[in-house]
């Protein structure tokens, strides 16, 4: 059943080296959690970015993530002793695989078990076979099949591609003309391979919530659960995004719901993937949606979501590293049990204008950083460089996760935005309604353009 090598060191290193890989602010906060454990040494990130430098002593490692043979070399002569990938590209490109095969320690699944994320058709295909609560779905290899499919259901549907598409490749439709013209658009080759297949989906109703299970090819635990906001302007509207902000724990799902998913959704697709003789060490991220009928799978993700990451980094306890190190040997059941701190966290994504469609970039930023509470802020870079004035410049459409924990969650977002008011950068825009399901004191705004 294990394709992948076991490395044979059992027990956390003193002095651990780590790798995170990708560019983002999930892998920033990943590796300022894990900076932060008295048995770390050093936590390097490749290839990072303007702010990687900046968080408590991590080194940047100036390779992409896509050069496999870059990353064994420099990891073998830094003598790293875990590796966590943090995208999906890398992961469903088999660049798990490859480290595995030099003998390397990985936190990330396999290329075959990153398919839960890579291929919408193969993940339902999954859930299907594993009995696992998800909408009904139809799969169409071209346009007149999903025409067809169209007409015999009388609805309108999703329509997703079944690829890879940076987050943008589904469409929720709301009348049979629309789901028509996304049908055309995406057979038009919009997202190109990507979109070669299509899953059409029954539209589902209610809250939606992350839930993140670190698995290590056998067993699982849970994270915290948390709620992303997907769409760019406040009160939902506007295009979906990679994410515009999140907070944790959140508490619409109940330690027992919690327990129940876990049972009845994260465990089955566990099995389900050992049945494929896949060996899944990393993270299984569930998106659901909270039905009128109960939880339902509207995705899986093979990582940690983005921006949920930073939202729930802060709340880890120390143990994290050697928990991920004890996934990617499976052995989870042998390690520390990991803590939880009992805080509030919120996390506000502030993006350059034109996001998501036309990120404007290479815009001065500065943070005028208020170091007082230092410990309960965090300000995690993502599109973010450093111009070859050493200048800090923006380079991407999510350029900051702003993150801020408190006893309750007015307080934490209240942090979060006054601190907020100390990043400028030209066209800086940020939703004003983060967390409003959970601030008491919420209201909303009525400045968004419709
Ligand atoms: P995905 O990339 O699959 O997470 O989809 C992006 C967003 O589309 C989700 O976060 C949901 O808001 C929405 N979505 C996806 N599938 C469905 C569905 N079957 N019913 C309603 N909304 C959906
Ligand atoms: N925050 C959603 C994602 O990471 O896909």
Redesign the pocket.
Same mark, same amino acid.
């Given at each position: 059943m294990n394709s992948e090598k076991t490395p044979r060191q059992l027990f956390f290193p003193q002095s651990a080296k780590i790798l995170v890989i990708g560019s983002g602010g999930r892998e920033n906060s990943l590796a300022w959690t894990m900076a932060k454990s008295e048995k770390i040494n050093q936590v390097f990130v490749a290839p990072g970015n303007g702010g990687t430098e900046e968080i408590n002593s991590c080194k940047r490692l100036n390779i992409e993530e896509s050069n496999g043979q870059e990353l064994i070399s420099a990891c073998k002569s830094l003598k790293i002793d875990l590796i966590v990938i943090g995208g999906e590209k890398p992961l469903a490109a088999g660049l798990a695989d490859e480290l595995r095969a030099a003998g390397l320690i990985v936190f990330g699944p396999c290329a075959k078990g990153a398919q839960l994320e890579a291929s +919408?058709n193969w993940a339902k295909q999954l859930m299907t076979e594993a009995n696992i609560p998800t909408?009904q779905f139809w799969t169409a290899n071209n346009k007149n099949d999903a025409i067809k499919i169209l007409k015999k259901v009388g609805e309108p549907l999703?329509v +997703?591609a079944d690829g890879l598409a940076a987050?943008k490749?589904?469409r929720?439709c709301s009348s049979l003309k629309e789901t028509e013209t996304a049908i055309h658009e995406i057979f038009k080759g919009k997202f190109g391979k990507a979109g070669e297949k299509v899953v059409l989906?029954?539209?589902?109703?209610g809250p939606?919530i992350s839930i993140f299970a670190l698995c290590d090819g056998e067993s699982l635990i849970t994270l915290p659960p948390a709620q992303?906001h +997907?769409r760019l302007l406040d009160g939902d509207k506007g295009p979906?995004t990679g994410g515009m902000g999140a907070y944790a724990p959140a508490k619409i799902v109940s330690q027992e719901e919690l327990n129940e998913i876990k049972e009845t959704i994260l465990v089955p697709t566990l099995e389900a993937l050992i049945r494929r003789g896949i060996n899944y060490r990393g993270v299984i991220y569930a998106?659901l949606?909270l039905t009128k009928e109960g939880p339902k799978v509207?995705?899986y993700n093979c990582r940690f979501g983005d921006p949920e990451c930073q939202a729930l980094m802060p709340l880890m306890g120390p143990e994290l590293a050697e928990v991920l190190y004890s996934a990617a040997l499976g052995t989870l059941k042998k390690a520390p049990k990991l803590s939880f701190s009992k805080l509030m966290s919120a996390c506000v994504v502030a993006t350059t204008s034109g996001y998501p469609e036309d990120p404007k970039i290479g815009d001065k930023i500065s943070i005028d950083f208020d170091k007082s509470d230092k410990n309960r802020i965090q300000i995690f870079h993502a599109g973010s460089k450093k111009n070859d004035l050493e200048e800090l410049v923006t380079s991407g459409g999510r350029v900051l996760s702003i993150v801020g924990q408190a006893e309750n969650y007015e307080d934490a977002f209240k942090n979060v935005y006054n601190e907020l008011k100390n990043v400028h950068f030209e066209g800086i825009n940020y939703r004003l309604d983060i967390g409003n399901q959970v601030r008491s004191d919420f209201q909303p705004i009525n400045n968004t353009p419709q």
């Open positions: +919408k909408a999703v +997703k987050g490749g589904v929720v989906e029954e539209c589902l109703e939606e992303d +997907k979906n998106g949606m509207i995705e």
